[in-house]
Nanobody, 123 residues
Framework: QVQLVESGGGSVQAGGSLRLACAAS????????LAWFRQAPGKEREVVAT???????YYEESVKGRFTMSQDNAKTTLYMQMSSLKPEDTALYYC?????????????????WGRGTQVTVSS
């Protein structure tokens, strides 16, 4: 079992930056995939970015060039640097993990979730 805890959310103006962190209760060397999802009110949870065991990353089209994931050397914390934030980025951001190899874009595929951290971007 592993616990995931997100932090780093907040309220910023459009064009601002935030750095989200997802701390895992143990290292994630053997995990198949780590991912960030987000969910805005009234909308379905959607993938933002994923990183697989080999370090291959995927970014949803709307965040490409603005969001960047990274991990610490111990593989216990997943970060997401978010820049040039837009009001449409406003959502509850979740960290997710799955033991199976390969990264799905479907939130139903993931076994482990954090409780989320709120990001609010004002215009």
């Amino acid at each position: 079992q592993v616990q995931l805890v997100e932090s780093g959310g907040g309220s910023v103006q459009a064009g601002g930056s935030l750095r989200l962190a997802c701390a895992a209760s143990r290292n994630t060397f053997n995990w198949g995939c780590l991912a960030w999802f987000r969910q805005a009110p009234g909308k379905e949870r959607e993938v933002v970015a994923t990183i697989d065991r080999d370090g291959f990353t995927y970014y949803e089209e709307s965040v490409k060039g603005r969001f960047t994931m990274s991990q610490d050397n111990a593989k216990t914390t997943l970060y997401m640097q978010m820049s040039s934030l837009k009001p449409e980025d406003t959502a509850l951001y979740y960290c997710a993990a799955d033991v199976r190899r390969g990264c799905s874009l479907d939130y139903k595929h993931y076994n482990y979730w954090g409780r989320g951290t709120q990001v609010t971007v004002s215009s």
